[in-house]
């Protein structure tokens, strides 16, 4: 198992968690993460300790089981499904209708 890929997906994972949630990386530090830290467990650039998921479940109201479900599929999306989705998501969460209106005119000229 290549670690480093893991690391990333993982971070995409946090950052997935955390905009769904409306965050942003400086508001964890309520719950003693500095954003600089924060930002490169999402980067994939630092091995998060059992204490740091588990702190990051209560975060995040998941359980440490739903933090990896990234493992369970079968097939690892790629940098750029990963990139699409987040920006999707942040696109939608934001709420902007002429933005929405946008992006649903396109999804149907490609699909």
Same mark, same amino acid.
């Given at each position: 198992?290549?670690?480093?890929?893991?690391?990333?997906?993982?971070?995409?994972?946090?950052? *997935? &968690?955390?905009?769904?949630?409306? @965050?942003?990386?400086?508001?964890? +530090?309520?719950?003693?993460? =500095? #954003?600089?830290? #924060?930002?490169?467990? +999402?980067?994939?650039?630092?091995?998060?300790?059992?204490?740091?998921?588990?702190?990051?479940?209560?975060?995040? +109201?998941?359980?440490?089981?739903?933090?990896? *479900?990234?493992?369970?599929?079968?097939? =690892?999306?790629? +940098?750029?499904?990963?990139?699409? &989705? @987040?920006?999707?998501?942040?696109?939608?969460?934001?709420?902007?209708?002429?933005?929405?209106? *946008? @992006?649903?005119?396109?999804?149907?000229?490609? @699909?």
């Amino acid at each position: 198992m290549d670690f480093n890929a893991l690391k990333k997906r993982f971070g995409i994972r946090l950052k *997935k &968690l955390r905009l769904d949630r409306g @965050l942003r990386q400086e508001d964890l +530090e309520k719950w003693g993460f =500095s #954003y600089r830290h #924060y930002g490169r467990l +999402e980067r994939g650039l630092v091995n998060p300790t059992l204490e740091t998921m588990v702190k990051l479940c209560q975060v995040f +109201e998941i359980t440490l089981p739903e933090m990896f *479900k990234f493992l369970d599929s079968k097939q =690892s999306p790629t +940098e750029d499904q990963e990139a699409v &989705l @987040l920006s999707l998501n942040r696109i939608l969460q934001d709420g902007n209708e002429d933005k929405i209106r *946008k @992006l649903k005119i396109f999804l149907q000229e490609i @699909l």
